[in-house]
Structures are given as C-alpha cells and as structure tokens.
C-alpha cells in the first residue's frame, strides 16, 4: 500500500517528513554584531506562563544572535500578513550564506524592507518590534539549550512586556479578545487563519454568550 500499513481502526502508519502540523507562526527580532536588525520567521513555538519556548535551527543566524546578545521580540502576525512572512522565508542575515543554506538562501541584511514591514523601537529590548504585526512580545533569552539531536536548540525566553492593537483587547481589560485575534497558522507547510470559534474552556475568563 505504499509503504503505509492499513490498520482496522481506518488509520495508517506514515513516517511525514515535516511534522509542522498547525502552529502559529512568529517573527523573531534579533540583534546583529553591528547593531542592525535581524528579522526571521519561524513555527516552533508555544507559550507557558510568562515564558515563550522556541525551537530553532542550531546554526541559523538567530541562534548566533541570541547566544551574544539576549533581547529580542517575538512578534506575532495574522494571517492576511502570511505573504510577507514568505518573502522572508527565503532570505538569511548571515553573510556569506552557510554552506547548508546556498542554492536556498540569499543574504539579505534590510530583512524588514524586503518583507515590506515596518520596524519601531522597543522599550525595555534593544530589537524593534514589527509595527505591522497586532501582537508583539519583548522577551529575553534566558536559556539557549542544545536539542536531542543537536540539529536544532531550544530557547526559553522570558516575555518583559506586551504590546497589543486596542482593537484586540477587551475593553477594561487585560486581555486579548480571542474573537477579535486570528493568528497566523503554519499548517504542514501551508498558510491558514483560523475558523469560527467552536466553544471555550472552563478556564477562559473571556466567553463568547
């Protein structure tokens, strides 16, 4: 059956070679040596209280910036955004381009005016934030951890401080309006926004009727 096992409960065993299946999609500002901004996307991450987890490439570019220096923002678009975020896709900030990345990649060092998204200074990092992006977090890399295989690293950065469209939070609150927010999904290598709500949790402290 082509390589996949039929099983009697309607499944089949596959081996994928990508296991992207669904998760929002961040762009991470980054510090260069020479003070400039580095920009890149990526799909590895969740959030546990106030700390973001990130998985990352060991030899990208943001990994290098984040092991000298620290800062950085994760900034999170939504999904009428994705086509700037695939214009990023293709573009590195190392230069020369790592041997792993030529035919791929290309060394690019505006990455902000190649995406066409507009930075703004933060106030606690010394990265800027996406101004485009609806949400964007200053965050700290407290930890830049080697992963199992020791092709990817795991950082754990600490979230300092929020910034959030107006329109997105409930009024006289501090909390976002997950009505109003969609983000944006990477989905087995495919852009997608949400659908319709389809309930909540016990916990939500934000329901919808």
Known sequence: ???????TDGHVVISP????FGTPVVLLSTENADGSANLAPMSSAWALGQV????????????????ARPDLVINLPGPDQW???????????ADPVPDHKRGAFRHEADKFGAAGLRPVDSD??????????PIAMEARAVEVG?????GFVVVQAEVLRVHCESRLVVPGTQHIDPGEWSPLIYNFRHY????????????????RG
Do not use: Q, W
């Open 1 to 7: 059956m082509g390589g996949m096992k039929a099983l």
């Open 52 to 67: 973001v987890v990130l998985g990352l490439a060991a030899a990208s570019h943001t990994v290098a910036n984040l092991r």
């Open 192 to 207: 997608f926004g949400l659908g319709p709500e389809l309930g909540h949790s016990f916990r939500s402290e934000t329901p």
């Open 83 to 93: 086509r700037a975020v695939e214009r990023l896709a293709p573009l590195t900030g």
């Open 146 to 150: 080697e992963g199992c295989t020791g």
């Open 124 to 133: 606690l990092v010394r990265p800027p934030r996406v101004a485009d992006c």
């Open 17 to 20: 070679k990508i296991l992207y």
